[in-house]
Nanobody
Framework: QVQLVESGGGLVQAGGSLRLSCAASGRTFSSYGMGWFRQAPGKEREFVATISWSGGSTYYADSVKGRFTISRDNYKNTVSLQMNSLNPEDTAVYYC??????????????WGQGTQVTVSS
């Protein structure tokens, strides 16, 4: 069992940066791939970034590649998402999840409650 709690969301102007964090409880955190997903109003939840259990492999959606960076610390049981050059299209609720490490939501078994990111133009 893994419980996930996101933090770090907020309101930022276009071009700005935010860093999201996800704190995990449970002794098996390091055995899971971790992902960040987001859901904008009126849209389906979509993949943003994933990281393997070791942190050695990462994968990004094309829309965030080069702007977002996912990382994890298996000693602190945390996964982070550094978001730079934000634009209004990045406005969404961001969720972290524990699972396979693939871009497919159905392969994630544990989800946080989400944190709101709003980018103003």
């Amino acid at each position: 069992q893994v419980q996930l709690v996101e933090s770090g969301g907020g309101l930022v102007q276009a071009g700005g940066s935010l860093r999201l964090s996800c704190a995990a409880s449970g002794r098996t955190f390091s055995s899971y791939g971790m992902g960040w997903f987001r859901q904008a109003p009126g849209k389906e939840r979509e993949f943003v970034a994933t990281i393997s259990w070791s942190g050695g492999s990462t994968y990004y959606a094309d829309s965030v590649k080069g702007r977002f960076t996912i990382s994890r610390d298996n000693y602190k049981n945390t996964v982070s998402l550094q978001m730079n050059s934000l634009n209004p299209e990045d406005t969404a609720v961001y969720y972290c999840a524990a699972g396979s490490g693939s871009p497919h939501m159905q392969e994630y078994h544990y989800w946080g409650q989400g944190t709101q990111v709003t980018v103003s133009s």
